[in-house]
C-alpha cells in the first residue's frame, strides 16, 4: 500500500454511512436565537425544525392512540374475566354436591 491511500483511510469502512446516529438535537436545531417582544409565535427558520416537529406531532399521536388501545384491551379483559367467573359459578351451582362425609353420632 503507498502511504497516501492509508492516510485516506480513517476507519474501517470509512464509505458507510454509521449505522446509529444519536437523537440528541443540537442547540442550533432546536430553533432560532431571537423572540418577539410581542410574544408572538416563531416561525420555523429551517427544514429539519420543521420536520423535527412534524415527526414529534405523529408521534405524540401514535403514543395517544396506543394508550387508548391499551385502555380499551384492559377493559375487554376485565369483562371477559367477570363472564368467565359468571359461567363458573353457573357450573358449580348446577353441579351435584358431594355427600358429607361427617357421622352424626
Given amino acids: 500500500m503507498n ?7 480513517i476507519g474501517p469502512q470509512w464509505w458507510k454511512k454509521p449505522i446509529y446516529q444519536s437523537p440528541v438535537v443540537s442547540p442550533l436545531e432546536r430553533g432560532p436565537d431571537f423572540s418577539f417582544v410581542d410574544g408572538r409565535r416563531l416561525p420555523f427558520t ?5 420536520n423535527r416537529r412534524v415527526k414529534q406531532v405523529e408521534l405524540g399521536r401514535k403514543v395517544v392512540q396506543y394508550l387508548a388501545e391499551i385502555r380499551h384491551a384492559e377493559e375487554l379483559y376485565k369483562e371477559n374475566n367477570l363472564q ?4 363458573q359459578q353457573k357450573i358449580e351451582q ?3 354436591k358431594q355427600k358429607g362425609t361427617e357421622e352424626l353420632f
Avoid: A, D, L, Q
Fill in 94 to 96: 348446577n353441579m351435584p
Fill in 3 to 9: 502511504s497516501t491511500s492509508s492516510s485516506y483511510r
Fill in 46 to 50: 429551517t427544514e429539519s425544525e420543521f
Fill in 84 to 87: 368467565r367467573e359468571i359461567v
